[in-house]
């Protein structure tokens, strides 16, 4: 069983910046793509950011780029999100996700392809 545990979530306001990570119990970990997703009260889940195995692809939502960084340590079992320029709307529980299909797809933007999840931390962006 593949656990994953976020933490950096927190209470910042408009402007700020906060960098979330989320570390896999998993050794087959170099393999996995990764991707952050998000979810708003009364909100479906969304997708925020992925990337490859390798870390050399990434994918954004158009709502984050140029903004948030999704980036790994393939060492260190850990994915990234350096999330800047931080807005109200921004405000979530942040998911950890993986997919043993190591390579990004038009799949990757969906939260089906992803077969762990971790528990979630709270964002909270304010005006």
């Known amino acids: 069983q593949v656990q994953l545990v976020e933490s950096g979530g927190g209470l910042v306001q408009a402007g700020g910046s906060l960098r979330l990570s989320c570390v896999a119990s998993t050794l087959a970990f170099g393999s996995y793509g990764l991707a952050w997703f998000r979810q708003a009260p009364g909100k479906e889940r969304e997708f925020v950011a992925a990337i490859s195995w390798s870390g050399g692809i990434q994918y954004y939502d158009d709502s984050v780029k140029g903004r948030f960084t999704i980036s790994r340590d393939n060492g260190r079992n850990t994915v990234y999100l350096q999330m800047n320029s931080l807005k109200p709307e921004d405000t979530a529980v942040y998911y950890c996700?993986?997919?043993?299909?190591?390579?990004?797809?038009?799949?990757?933007?969906?939260?089906?392809?992803?077969?762990?999840w971790g528990q979630g931390t709270q964002v909270t962006v304010s005006s």
């Open positions: 996700a993986a997919d043993t299909q190591g390579h990004l797809t038009k799949a990757s933007y969906s939260a089906r392809e992803y077969e762990h």
